[in-house]
T-cell receptor, first 111, second 113 residues
Framework: GDSVTQMEGPVTLSEEAFLTINCTYT??????LFWYVQYPGEGLQLLLK???ADDKGSNKGFEATYRKETTSFHLEKGSVQVSDSAVYFC??????????WGAGTKLIIKP | SQTIHQWPATLVQPVGSPLSLECTVE??????LYWYRQAAGRGLQLLFY??????ISSEVPQNLSASRPQDRQFILSSKKLLLSDSGFYLC????????????FGDGTRLSIL
């Protein structure tokens, strides 16, 4: 079946560092891909999405490009802030329109 | 714009007591609705989803149940809570069709004593 694999956390960076959180997927067909963010004690918020190959989703300085050839959707940000500390989830829609979730990656940004 | 409301925000219940968590969506019609559970430090587990009134699909067998009495209302229930039911419960909605993102409520933190 479809699946999403994220890099294990926690990922710890200093403020203003470059961020990459890896996400790869296996899927039949052409899924849409998403990144969600969960701040402590809160629900999940959609961060960005991409619906077809080579699409780039972006929001709040974060970017991710839908790479069909490598089945990847890595999340990047050029300069992280302490306020970016959260758990990040990669997800895809399967053929039944359900979301298949990665396990989440905890990001810790130190000042 | 669409909004989703989920309550209560926190709940402490004794083992064996009943449960009712409610979720409502505003600003859209005929949404797909979802209940998830998130154990501490873990990912999301889909419990139930619904594509219409009275239509409930269960993903995981357990002592929880869900109902959708109205188009934009989704209720998670239990007759007798277990210790293992503790967790963070999230309701979400999406539009129908392919490639639609899900939008989440603020969650309910349930502690079973």
């Amino acid at each position: 079946g479809d699946s999403v694999t994220q890099m294990e956390g926690p990922v710890t960076l200093s403020e203003e560092a470059f961020l990459t959180i890896n996400c790869t997927y296996t899927a039949t067909g052409y899924p849409s891909l998403f990144w969600y963010v969960q701040y402590p004690g809160e629900g999940l918020q959609l961060l960005l999405k991409a619906t077809k190959a080579d699409d780039k989703g972006s929001n709040k300085g974060f970017e991710a490009t839908y790479r069909k050839e490598t089945t990847s959707f890595h999340l990047e940000k050029g300069s992280v802030q302490v306020s970016d500390s959260a758990v990040y989830f990669c997800a895809l829609t399967d053929s039944n329109y359900q979301l298949i979730w990665g396990a989440g990656t905890k990001l810790i940004i130190k000042p | 714009s669409q909004t989703i409301h989920q309550w209560p925000a926190t709940l402490v219940q004794p083992v064996g007591s009943p449960l009712s968590l409610e979720c409502t969506v505003e600003g859209t019609s005929n949404p797909n609705l979802y209940w998830y559970r998130q154990a501490a430090g873990r990912g999301l587990q889909l419990l139930f989803y619904s594509v219409g009134i009275g239509q409930i699909s269960s993903e995981v067998p357990q002592n929880l149940s869900a109902s959708r009495p109205q188009d934009r209302q989704f209720i998670l229930s239990s007759k007798k809570l277990l210790l293992s039911d503790s967790g963070f419960y999230l309701c979400a909605w999406s539009k129908g069709g392919t490639g639609q993102p899900q939008h989440f409520g603020d969650g309910t933190r349930l502690s079973i004593l």
